[in-house]
């Protein structure tokens, strides 16, 4: 062994692996956008309404599990924000720099914990309890709000509906995105990681990227389906 000095570095350096250079990821950008049509996906241009005027209401949750020898446990903190914008820009009351499109903002915490019964299948359901934590903040709240935003749980909730077994907390799940899908919900329907579309036309980026590089400004991109799924500019 060696003396660990301001020599170590030089020391190690052959021994550590650099990381190599991203290789080129270039495509032609009409004929991705051919494919996608192929694949269902429609192109239109937008004019977004200047100065809009609207009430929003947004929650986010974070929930951790501790699994024991015979009792899983879980807890989960979801909080709800109310905003309005009035075509003008705001003081930012949260950090108290610069100025914001939202004003008037309001918002409520909750906490809450239970175990897991049965004790089995604890990531899906996991899912499922944060899902309904927030779509409650939501549903509940007194703020009563032009549009809900949510973030990717809408869609990852809905995917683990199904399966062999449901459980308690998934039908209670299904029965609060029932009755989202009919307000006026935005979502996120994708991982900002999602590669799956990319991967469909031989592309090794992410479908997140592949839309920035191919779509113009006040353009979007959507899939004919029922929820909605649009990709924007």
């Known amino acids: ?64 599990k501790s699994e024991k020898r015979y009792a899983g446990v879980w807890a989960c903190h979801s909080v709800a924000v109310y905003a309005e914008t009035k075509g003008k820009r705001e003081r930012d009351v949260y950090t108290g720099l610069g100025e914001i499109i939202y004003g008037n903002m309001k918002y409520e915490s909750r906490l809450s914990c239970g175990f897991f019964e049965p004790y089995e299948a604890l990531e899906d359901r996991l899912d499922s309890i944060r899902f309904v934590k927030e779509a409650k903040a939501l549903c509940e709240s007194e703020a009563d709000a032009d549009y809900l935003f949510f973030d990717g749980s809408l869609k990852s909730a809905g995917e683990k509906m199904g399966g062999k077994r449901i459980y308690p907390e998934q039908c209670e799940a299904k029965k609060h995105y029932k009755k989202l899908l009919g307000e006026n919900v935005a979502a996120l329907v994708e991982d900002t990681r999602s590669s799956e579309l990319s991967k469909k036309l031989g592309l090794n980026t992410t479908d997140l990227l592949l839309f920035e590089n191919i779509l113009g400004e006040g353009e979007f991109a959507a899939f004919d389906e029922d929820p909605v799924v649009v990709y924007a500019m």
Request: glycine share 4%.
């Open 1 to 64: 062994m060696k003396p660990l000095t301001s020599f170590f570095n030089p020391q190690t350096d052959f021994k550590i692996p650099r990381p190599s250079e991203p290789a080129e990821n270039s495509w032609d950008g009409s004929d991705v956008r051919a494919k996608l049509r192929d694949c269902g996906v429609l192109f239109q241009g937008y004019t977004p309404q200047p100065k809009p005027c609207f009430t929003a209401l947004a929650c986010d949750a974070s929930i951790l």
